[in-house]
């Protein structure tokens, strides 16, 4: 391994430089260290200057002081995943990066940034053979204490080396950092303030590098920067939801958090409940009462809420369920992501129930779906899931801003003044959907029980009325697909070979997509929002045209795969990549599994260099180069 140190003026010309327009960033450490707020400061900045950007948190199992990392990959460009390997690593802690060390890869060529004060020397941290690292030692901590006066201030301090040193946005910075201590007071504002210049002022007189990351963007219109779990709270308020009943439990708690501050200015109701159970029962009688309503919990709450759940069903209450999934079963890894909740989504319950499983598949998506949710449920009186996860939960993602009037507010269905002369609350229709009423609305009284009942309510064990309002309930289906055509494309329609997957992995499948159809790869990717009712007829046809198929899914037991295969014929070659939660799925695995079973007229040396991280070029062509099985092939 190439080591070059550089803590002080040494001129360094063993690279060529690479210049790029998207840049990923990694940044570890322990509790104290900032590593958050650096991570945010910067995302918040990207945003300031029109950047787009992907913000991942990544904390050990304690809760309070452990070790933490964050990943930051931000460009001109839109991105779509988390970028597969770093090209700029700050360490505050080698201990805590061997914690993250399968997270935090680092590129062949990358830069490396650690503390003055560690005892490590270069040659001695543990980082993968190999590789070909500019390492540099800074003084973080003694600018902060001697040249700030603040030794807090260390983490701004690096942000202004990192400014200076890879032409992060520096009036972004600055902006960003004035808004996180807004409401604190000027003096802390400026003390950061100072910070930031001493970091990029210790760079500029000490740091004459030539590493190989030279990063370059042109400003735009400022971004949003949100995260999942806050696009599905503000959401839900312009969907119309004022009640929200909720219980603690990693990574959804934030939903309920915002909501907490933001719904009492729309005259709603957020309660934390004693548990799971209660919230779901809460939330179940706040709909009933005509308050559009949701909960929000993890994979453990949806276990306890499963009877409660069958209650909506029976009834036919409509009601939001967020799961905002975690690595499982049980306590698993409560801050990481998985995909293994979907069979308790579809399946999970008791007897035939009928509910529709939604999966938002990036941050800005959390906002549309959440808002389909809320007119599915109340159009159609069912109650929703709404399967996010902790990747897309907590991440923080750039992206234009939204139009808060682009999807139609949907209201459930009232009675007319006839309908009330002789009222039958689940009276059999075409569509499955019959008036419902609220308590107040005059001969509109109704039972709504758990048991098996008539049009009117009335509670009955007959097979034959049960079998009709079973049917009542199953009939929604095909009227929910039709008015909602919730799925996505990327890539060439019409290819012979697909990639298929759900939720958070759409991002990998879309710059595989991408780069492919750039390189001359014919590949078309698909990613079904709507799980449950599963659109049959629309899958099947995308499938006629493909001969493999790539599957792609956060779950170890392929839970996606096996759903899919009962419920249709699949293509004749079918490729399964499944993982465990604990680690997020990398590009470069996808386009290795597109080289293996692309059309095999495309031979080796057809193929143009593309670029894993989807770094392009300004007038030239995407550049990506992969190494498989020891053979340096190009895409």
């Known amino acids: 391994m190439k080591i070059t140190e550089t803590p002080v003026k040494n001129k360094v010309e063993q690279w060529e430089t690479r210049k790029t327009n998207q840049i990923t960033i990694g940044i570890v450490g322990s509790g104290g260290d900032g590593i958050i707020a650096a991570g945010e400061i910067i995302a918040s900045a990207a945003a300031h200057e029109g950047l787009h950007c992907i913000l991942t948190k990544s904390y050990g199992p304690v809760i309070r002081g452990g070790e933490t990392s964050v990943r930051l990959r931000m460009g001109a460009n839109r991105v779509h995943s988390q970028g597969d390997k770093l090209d700029v690593l700050v360490c505050f802690s080698w201990k805590d990066f061997k914690l993250f060390k399968g997270e935090l890869v680092l590129k062949d060529q990358c830069v490396i940034l650690y503390p003055e004060s560690d005892e490590l020397e270069p040659h001695e941290i543990p980082i993968e053979s190999g590789l070909n690292p500019a390492i540099l030692k800074i003084p973080f901590l003694r600018l902060a204490e001697d040249e700030v006066g603040n030794a807090l201030t260390k983490n701004i301090v690096m942000l202004g080396v990192l400014c200076d040193m890879f032409n992060l946005p520096e009036e972004g910075l600055e902006n960003a950092i004035l808004h996180r201590f807004e409401r604190k007071s000027q003096a802390l504002i400026d003390l950061n303030t100072k910070a930031l210049m001493v970091g990029k002022e210790y760079s500029q007189k000490n740091i004459d590098l030539a590493h190989p990351v030279n990063f370059f963007y042109t400003t735009a219109p400022p971004n949003l920067l949100m995260t999942g779990n806050e696009a599905i709270a503000i959401g839900a308020l312009n969907a119309g939801c004022r009640f929200m009943a909720g219980y603690p439990i990693t990574p959804a708690t934030e939903i309920m958090e915002i909501l907490t501050n933001l719904m009492p200015m729309y005259d709603g109701t957020v309660v934390q409940a004693e548990d799971e159970i209660a919230a779901i029962a809460m ?34 209450i409509p009601m939001v369920l967020v799961n905002v999934q975690r690595g499982g079963p049980a306590t698993g890894i409560p801050t990481k992501s998985e995909q293994a909740d979907l069979m308790q989504a579809i399946y999970g319950g008791h007897g035939d129930n009928f509910k529709v499983v939604l999966a938002p598949c990036d941050v800005e998506d959390c906002y549309d779906i959440i808002h389909h949710a809320f007119s599915i449920s109340e159009s159609f009186q069912v109650p929703v899931i709404v399967l996010s996860d902790q990747f897309l939960g907590q991440r923080k993602a750039g992206f234009p801003a939204l139009d808060p009037n682009r999807i139609p507010v949907a209201g459930r269905k009232l009675p007319k003044e006839k309908d009330l002369l002789d009222f039958k609350r689940y009276k059999l229709t075409k569509t499955g959907v019959s008036p419902m009423t609220y308590p107040g609305i005059e001969n509109g009284e109704y039972l709504a029980s758990g048991i098996s009942h008539m049009e009117n309510g009335y509670p009955t064990s007959t097979h034959a009325l049960n079998e009709m309002q079973t049917r009542k309930r199953f009939e929604k289906a095909n009227h929910i697909i039709e008015r909602f055509p919730l799925w996505r494309y990327y890539g060439q329609k019409g290819a012979t070979l697909g990639i298929l997957g759900w939720g958070s992995t759409k991002g990998v499948i879309r710059e595989a997509t991408h780069l492919c159809s750039r390189a001359g790869i014919d590949v078309v990717g698909m990613v079904p929002r709507m799980l449950f009712p599963l659109p049959v007829d629309e899958l099947e046809d995308w499938f006629s045209t493909l001969t493999n198929l790539i599957v792609v899914e956060m779950s170890y037991s392929g839970q996606f795969l096996q759903y ?58 995407p550049k990506v180069s992969l190494i498989l099985r020891g053979e340096h092939y190009v895409l």
Do not use: F, W
């Not at 179940?284 to 929000?296: E, Q």
């Not at 293509?571 to 599994?593: A, C, F, K, Q, W």
């Not at 692309?598 to 031979?603: G, H, V």
């Open 564 to 621: 899919i295969r009962s419920q249709m014929q699949l293509p004749s070659t079918v490729v399964h990549y499944r993982r465990s939660g604990g680690s997020l799925i990398p590009l470069e695995d996808i386009l290795n599994l597109v080289i293996e079973h692309c059309d095999e007229s495309i031979k080796p040396e057809q193929k143009e260099i593309i670029d894993p991280e989807g770094i392009y070029d300004l007038g030239k062509p």
């Open 283 to 316: 939330t179940v009688g706040a709909s009933y009462a005509g308050v559009k309503s949701m909960t929000a919990t993890s994979g453990p709450g949806v276990s306890l809420m499963q009877e409660m759940l069958g209650l909506a069903v029976i009834s036919e």
